[in-house]
């Protein structure tokens, strides 16, 4: 094996060993709960984690839990203002002021035209059950029917519907002196803006505790499960993104107070906490600055996850009024909205609920630069391709030695022959005679090593941005092609729709032989761009080099239409840099005749250790 060839093999083996070793040395970091003695010293009238802090009357585990049955017979009676905006439609429903019905008015299930819309926000009771809360825990002396929650009715007391044109505001007096008062906007895209006021009308203080939770009942049916995607829990903790799976929280400590298994409570001034799915998102703002405690739950029972943002305890005084602000994002992931929350709204690290990944240092602005070219391109399969001449432009620089040493690595293949003849079985003989070839010739081998060293991340980069960002779900390019998110839906086993029978569905065990146009386009691509390289000495390399076109031409084909368009106009640039830069060198690549040749077979070739007399 030459030195050319055992270099790239080793190339590609130590980036998956480095990959695969950062991740046992650096798994993400899973919410384990506080010390005993750090929840036990805890003011139950300060946001600091703590036992002292009483169970929110709207969570599962606090008072008026009720029963999902029970929960359901008073959704169903309970009136609803109707949720209506160029991006939702939906309903909130009066009992507990519950943001709990909500479609995606944008979004399909599939790509059929007729395809229901994605539906996020479901109420309790229903399969699915997924739905925001808002209310007040009571403080010190105050009865916790004395504070709305889940199982309060508000009254509608100004507006109709909600639209981002026009908010709505609902009250409720308890009847012993204190008003609470709630009001909810709504902007263009998916941000809820709630206004919690309580006036104290009594004679005393009063201690209250303002608070907003997501309940999801069970996991969601649609999980990918997919190791390069985050679904489940995710908060932003003053510069710290923290991730649970589903499973992760199951496995959290129990808390006998709450029957409940609870995750570490953090206290920050600037953050948020939610559940994020693959390309949607439900997450809870309070007001940046502010400090607020957050948790994240699982009630075992009943098979229910939750998470919660808690606002500082407030002191009322008689005849005074509190006011707190929290936000709701209830939506599409959607990279320019979030940006703008972010950027704009002062949502610190809102842009971090995308999951970027280990290479956020590249899937950031690759995706940046994409959705810029999408922009102006209005396609986004031909913005891949340009997206692909832009990174092939940036490391031209690095892949011209590469491709120069290719060319005279190309040239000197004749003397390596005569090497190999020569030295026989004499492994030590062969490797000095080829070093000093190398060096006679100036050739450096190394250098082939570079430019994929450089893909490799680039590629797991480009991977995890088709995968995981909106922009590509549904995508079209060009005929059939109609998402680029999905695997090429034509196939070899069908004739590409010529014969009349159907083909594996994705993800069976089958899938992987039906081929579509895209990959075999790859395969040919990759077995192109080969002829242009060294061929290898030894024979079982060339053997693996020879079929290497046509294993990736099976792995890739499942992979999403726009990672597999990107590798094919990566090969076919390569190519042609390649081929341009080598004639530029005084190597003219007989392309055609290296092709012929590989499909002829080859006479085998005389013994020629044979001893003079032997038979």
């Known amino acids: 094996m030459d030195d050319q060839n055992k270099n790239l093999l080793l190339a590609v083996v130590l980036s998956f060993l480095v990959i695969l070793t950062w991740f046992i040395l650096f798994p993400p970091e899973d919410i384990v709960p506080p010390p005993a003695e750090t929840v036990a010293t805890a003011p139950a009238s300060d946001v600091t984690p703590g036992t002292g802090t009483p169970a929110l009357p709207g969570s599962e585990g606090g008072t008026g839990a009720g029963t999902d049955g029970e ?68 403080g010190d002396g105050l009865a916790a029917e004395a504070v709305p929650g889940r199982d309060t009715l508000w009254t509608l007391a100004q507006g109709n519907e909600l639209t981002p044109e026009s908010p709505i505001t609902l009250t409720w007096d308890n009847g012993a002196g204190l008003l609470f008062r709630r009001t909810i906007a709504v902007d263009d895209r998916f941000m809820f803006t709630i206004d919690q006021s309580v006036i104290n009308t009594t004679d005393a203080a009063v201690m209250l505790r303002p608070y907003g939770l997501i309940s999801r009942h069970g996991q969601p049916s649609g999980l990918k499960k997919f190791f390069i995607l985050h679904e489940g829990a995710v908060r932003m903790s003053d510069g710290t993104l923290e991730e ?114 280990w290479f956020f240092f590249l899937t950031k602005p690759i995706f940046a630069l994409l959705h810029t070219l999408n922009a102006f391109i209005g396609n986004m399969g031909w913005s891949i391709v340009v997206l692909t001449l832009v990174i092939k432009a940036l490391v031209l620089p690095l892949a011209y030695k590469s491709y120069v040493s290719m060319a005279k690595m190309k040239e000197l293949q004749p003397e390596m022959e005569k090497l190999k003849e020569r030295a026989g079985e004499d492994k030590q003989a062969l490797q000095q005679g080829m070093m000093k070839l190398y060096k006679d010739n100036k050739v450096n081998p190394a250098s082939g090593c570079l430019p994929i060293l450089i893909q490799i991340p680039i590629f797991f980069s480009l991977y995890k941005v088709i995968f995981v960002t909106l922009e ?144």
């Open 244 to 357: 649970a799976s589903y499973s992760d929280l199951e496995k959290l400590e129990f808390d006998e107070r709450e029957s409940t298994r609870a995750g570490r409570e953090e206290v920050q001034q600037n953050g948020w906490v939610g559940f994020t799915d693959h390309y949607w998102m439900t997450t809870l703002v309070p007001q940046q600055g502010t400090p607020f405690r957050s948790v994240i739950k699982y009630f075992e029972a009943r098979d229910l996850y939750q998470v919660e943002a808690v606002m500082p305890m407030q002191t009322v005084e008689p005849g005074a009024s509190a006011t707190v602000r929290t936000q709701l994002f209830a939506g599409a992931k959607e990279w320019a909205a979030i940006r703008d929350y972010q950027n704009k709204s002062g949502i610190y690290g809102f842009l971090d609920s995308i999951d970027w990944g």
């Open 472 to 615: 590509l779900r549904h995508a079209p390019w060009i005929g059939w092609i109609n998402d680029l998110s999905a695997p090429d839906t034509s196939s070899i086993l069908n004739l590409f729709g010529l014969a009349p029978w159907g083909t594996p569905e994705p993800g069976s065990l089958f899938f992987i032989f039906s081929l579509g146009v895209l990959p075999i386009i790859l395969g040919i691509s990759m077995w192109l761009q080969q002829k242009l390289n060294p061929a290898p000495t030894d024979p079982t390399q060339k053997m693996i080099f020879a079929w290497m076109p046509w294993v990736f031409m099976f792995m890739l084909g499942t992979f999403a239409s726009g990672l597999v368009l990107y590798w094919i106009a990566n090969n076919t640039i390569t190519f042609t840099q390649q081929y341009a830069i080598m004639r530029s060198h005084g190597h003219k690549p007989d392309l055609f005749g290296n092709i012929i040749s590989s499909f002829q077979r080859k006479p085998a070739v005389a013994n020629t250790d044979k001893k003079p007399g032997a038979k």
């Open 71 to 138: 929960g359901a017979a008073a959704l169903a009676t309970a009136p609803r203002i109707v949720v209506r905006t160029p991006n939702l439609s939906g309903s909130i429903s009066l009992l507990g002021g519950r943001i709990d019905d909500l479609a995606l008015n944008n979004y399909r299930v599939t790509t059929e035209p007729d395809a229901d819309t994605v539906h996020l926000l479901n109420p309790q009771g229903e399969i699915e059950a997924y739905y925001a809360l808002f209310g007040y825990a009571a």
